[in-house]
């Protein structure tokens, strides 16, 4: 979260992002980037991070990027209501960073992108959600 925004309040993690141990870097209106250190904790039986593990942060990423009212610069919550993920390429252990940027909506659904980088900065997953606010703004 951008931290030179004294209005903005801070969000203390959920038990899930504390369990995998992603943190958001980047976090403003319109756009989020959140990374994590893949170890054999995130890892399926072939020694690659899970699918679901990068589902999760490419999800993470695409509601905090629309959750940064423009307006107000206050934080709304908002859940997915769908995300369509495509793997690109398996992922070893290391830094994963997933960067989300709203592409639209109104004033109850958003929509977002996110691609997913490797320590090596290939493209490894991309996803497209559609968000629900879960609380109305302000």
Request: one cysteine or more.
């Amino acid at each position: 979260m951008a931290a030179d925004n004294p209005k903005r309040p801070t969000v203390e993690p959920g038990g899930f992002q504390n369990l995998l141990g992603y943190e958001i870097t980047d976090w403003d209106v319109g756009q989020a980037t959140i990374v994590l250190d893949v170890d054999e904790r995130h890892g399926n039986r072939h020694g690659l991070a899970h699918g679901g593990v990068l589902m999760t942060i490419l999800d993470a990423a695409c509601t905090r990027a629309g959750a940064v009212d423009p307006e107000t610069d206050e934080i709304r919550r908002a859940a997915t209501v769908s995300m369509t993920t495509n793997f690109v390429a398996p992922v070893k252990p290391g830094r994963v960073r997933a960067e989300a940027v709203t592409t639209g909506g109104g004033r109850r659904l958003f929509f977002a992108e996110a691609k997913a980088y490797d320590a090596d900065g290939n493209l490894v997953a991309t996803a497209a959600a559609t968000c629900r606010y879960a609380s109305p703004a302000k």
